[in-house]
């Protein structure tokens, strides 16, 4: 869920830069944060957030897809990124039941 008073274009940035943390180290976070320290919003609070922020895991896989029937392959793969994005642009609120109707339903619609 996005922090009362950060735009949502300051909390994508702060994922993003999360997301590559690993590979380029922390103070790429601070850094990008500082320069954008003009942005409506909180940065602090937002940095103290991208330090502790996991990424969630995505509630399903592949192979709940095949578990549907449908057989091992790219359309695999691009269902499960559709329901990826589905499950992003939902602010991650889908637990795995929601997650695994809304496969369905694309399987079905595939087919």
Same mark, same amino acid.
């Given at each position: 869920?996005?922090?009362?008073?950060?735009? $949502?274009?300051?909390?994508?940035?702060?994922?993003?830069?999360?997301?590559?943390?690993?590979?380029?180290? #922390?103070?790429?976070?601070?850094?990008?944060?500082?320069?954008?320290?003009?942005?409506? =919003? #909180?940065?602090?609070?937002?940095?103290?957030?991208?330090?502790?922020?996991?990424?969630?895991?995505?509630?399903?896989?592949?192979?709940?897809?095949?578990?549907? =029937?449908?057989?091992?392959?790219?359309?695999?793969?691009?269902?499960?990124?559709?329901?990826?994005?589905?499950?992003?642009? =939902?602010? $991650?609120?889908?637990?795995?039941?929601?997650?695994?109707?809304?496969?369905?339903?694309?399987?079905?619609?595939?087919?």
């Amino acid at each position: 869920m996005i922090r009362p008073g950060l735009t $949502f274009a300051l909390w994508l940035a702060i994922a993003v830069l999360v997301l590559v943390n690993d590979m380029i180290g #922390d103070t790429v976070i601070a850094d990008r944060l500082l320069l954008a320290v003009d942005a409506p =919003g #909180d940065w602090r609070a937002a940095l103290a957030m991208a330090r502790s922020w996991t990424p969630p895991e995505l509630p399903v896989s592949g192979g709940d897809a095949l578990k549907l =029937g449908l057989k091992p392959g790219p359309k695999v793969g691009a269902l499960i990124e559709t329901v990826e994005r589905w499950w992003i642009d =939902g602010d $991650f609120a889908a637990d795995r039941t929601a997650c695994l109707a809304e496969l369905e339903r694309l399987a079905r619609t595939a087919q």
